[in-house]
């Protein structure tokens, strides 16, 4: 598991805090299931933190996600 520390804008992140579950991200870290995002925005240095349930990637759905891409399904850890 590693813990990673992830710019975003106010946009996404009030998203976020409105329910949004996932997060499509380059998967430039090599994102498992069970690391943790620290998401913040730079701005303010508002953060949340969420545990990645899933990881979906172009391997997976080729059609679907472009190539160096994932879509992380997250949950909040309160």
């Known amino acids: ?3 990673h520390f992830i710019k975003i804008t106010q946009h996404w992140f009030n998203e976020l805090s409105n ?3 996932f997060e499509v991200r380059k998967n430039d ?3 498992k299931t069970g690391d943790v995002l620290n998401i913040y925005v730079p701005d303010t240095m508002e953060t949340r933190s ?3 349930a899933y990881v979906l990637t172009a391997e997976q759905f080729p059609d679907g996600i472009k190539e160096g891409y994932a879509v992380l399904g997250i949950k909040e850890i309160v």
């Open 29 to 31: 870290r090599d994102y």
């Open 1 to 3: 598991m590693k813990a």
């Open 50 to 52: 969420f545990r990645v």
């Open 19 to 21: 329910g949004k579950t």
